[in-house]
């Protein structure tokens, strides 16, 4: 019994992105061996955590009330929408301090070879959210990969034929990088982008 429980266990933290078969045994090990009030912990807090938050109505980041504390802010910028991937994408954009705008998440990103399409993004939700006649400004912080690239680009055109202004989040090479070690692609779009 023990060994299947010690196996439940290690398939369940394998299922954490990044944790493989042996981080996940040794996080199970330390666990069990050291610390049983912090995975007793642990299992209260991710069933808490998988009871009460749910998404918020509307911009669908996480929150345990139905709209989420970003959105009830009256000190908020509500003529800036911000769309996001995901809720860690939004976590991001806060921790810098210098956005101050509303956020829309779209929980994903077009993948059409996932089967990834505009409704499973919310698109229709994000458009209607947009045209709510305060937003002014949209900008699409999708991630730069092809298919963030590919979401982005096809909300501007949805957006921008609703007469909003759309912007894109700026993209080139990191502060403190050299420039050997800089992906083609990235000093491509800097050059492009410079200022």
Do not use: W
Request: aromatic share 4%; proline share 3%.
């Amino acid at each position: 019994m023990a060994e299947s429980s010690l196996n439940a266990l290690v398939e369940a933290l394998r299922r954490l992105p990044g944790v493989g078969i042996k981080s996940a045994q040794r996080m199970a090990f330390h666990l069990l061996q050291h610390d049983r009030d912090g995975a007793l912990r642990l299992a209260q807090a991710l069933r808490d955590a998988v009871d009460k938050v749910g998404h918020c109505q509307r911009c669908h980041t996480f929150s345990e009330q139905p709209v989420c504390e970003t959105c009830r802010d009256p000190q908020r910028d509500a003529r800036l929408l911000c769309v996001v991937e995901s809720p860690a994408d939004q976590a991001a954009l806060e921790r810098t301090g210098s956005y101050h705008g509303l956020y829309f998440v779209l929980l994903g990103r077009l993948s059409p070879l996932d089967g990834v399409g505009a409704r499973d993004i919310g698109v229709a939700e994000l458009l209607e959210r947009a045209g709510d006649g305060v937003v002014e400004e949209v900008i699409l912080a999708t991630s730069f990969t092809a298919e963030g690239e590919a979401t982005a680009h096809l909300l501007a055109q949805a957006l921008r034929e609703r007469g909003l202004k759309v912007t894109r989040l700026a993209r080139g090479v990191p502060a403190g990088s050299e420039l050997e070690y800089v992906d083609l692609s990235t000093i491509a779009h800097a050059l492009v982008e410079r200022r």
